[in-house]
Every structure is written in C-alpha cells, then in structure tokens.
C-alpha cells in the first residue's frame, strides 16, 4: 500500500498502521530489501543500473584508499543502527567506519563516520531529509548524497552540530575530510556506463 503523503516512499503495512520492531526487522528473509524508519517499514526498490555503477566505482575508489588502514568501508546491505535504543535501521549504499568496537555481524550498531547515499527517484526524500536529519543528529561526521541523473554530489560534514553542505559536479574531485589525503575524482564515478 503506498503511502497517502508522500507517494515516493513505499511502506509495507497491512490492512491496519502497524509498527514494526528492530526484532521484526532482523527476522525478515535478507534478500527483503527494506529498511526501518522510527518502527515504520519501507520498501526498497532493486537500483537502477546507474546507481549501481556509481555505487560500485564509489566503493572501488574508497575500498583502494583504505586498504591496510584502520578504518574500513561496507556496501550494501550493511545495517546501521545509529544506537541500541533507536526503532530504526538503515542500509546505507556506503558506509566507513573507523571504530570497530561498534561493528556486528549485520552492520554496526552506533554511528558511523561516513555514509554515502546514492539517490534513486524511490529514496530521494528519505536520503535528503528523514536520513539527513537522523545521520546529523547522531554525530556522524560526514554524509555523501550523491545524484547519478544530475551527476552532483552533497557533500555534508559535520560542524559542530550541524551539517555544512558543499557541492560538486562532475569536473571536480571532492575531499572526503574525515580521510585525510582521501580524494574522490567524480569524473570516474559519473562516467561510469
């Protein structure tokens, strides 16, 4: 059933509004792609071709820079639970996690230091505001929201308690400022086929 709001977020509910638990979560099949909002369930489309090219040179160019470094980076799925007490789990396309004592066997339970989303016309409002907002709540230090159809990229690092939000496109090479020397040429990212 789409939701009456916002017809660009999908939500699995049955006949009646249910919410759901990180417990119902995690007994779900894992080729269910879904994520977990505040107890509400949403649905995820299968990516497009282009995400998932810019997804996956994205994540060759990070996974390259931090081979032998401490911090280390996951694609999805990877669960993120921002901490023990939070009723939501996300599944970011990227993420970078610098502390391992917060890594599990699903994800990570707390915050990570990085997180890139690559936009698709079904998560573009989850990515740019209900995630945007619980990611620059909980600390983490720099969110990456990326549009494969414009090819822009937003980055966003954390200033004090805020995000401060710088843009590229595809001529420039945008610094990852949490991964000092880490530069990400977005011409290799968008001019994938």
């Known amino acids: 059933m789409e939701n009456n709001q ?4 999908r939500e699995a509910q ?10 119902d979560y995690h007994s779900w099949d ?6 977990l909002y505040e107890g509400t369930l949403i649905v995820m489309e299968v990516p497009t071709r282009r995400h998932q090219g810019v997804l996956g040179e994205m994540f060759a160019l990070l996974h390259a820079f931090l081979k032998g470094k401490p911090c280390k980076v ?10 023990k007490n939070e009723e939501s789990i996300f599944e970011p ?3 970078v996690v610098c502390d391992k004592s917060i890594l599990t066997e699903r994800g990570c ?3 990570p230091d990085f997180i890139v989303e690559i936009l698709s016309p079904s998560t573009a409002r989850m990515d740019k505001k209900l995630k945007y907002n619980k990611f620059q709540e909980a600390g983490v230090r720099e969110y990456w929201i990326v549009d494969p ?3 822009l990229l937003e980055a966003n690092v954390l200033t004090g308690d805020k995000y401060v939000m710088t843009v590229y496109d595809e001529s420039e090479t945008a610094p990852v400022s949490i991964l000092e020397g880490c530069k990400i040429n977005l011409a290799d990212v968008f001019g994938v086929e």
């Open 30 to 35: 894992e080729r269910f792609r879904s994520e």
């Open 93 to 95: 396309d990227i993420v």
């Open 149 to 151: 159809e414009r090819n």
């Open 109 to 111: 339970i707390g915050t």
């Open 14 to 23: 049955p006949a009646y509004k249910r919410l759901y638990t990180v417990e």
């Open 74 to 83: 996951y694609i999805a799925p990877f669960s993120v639970r921002l901490s």
């Open 6 to 9: 916002d017809m660009s977020i």
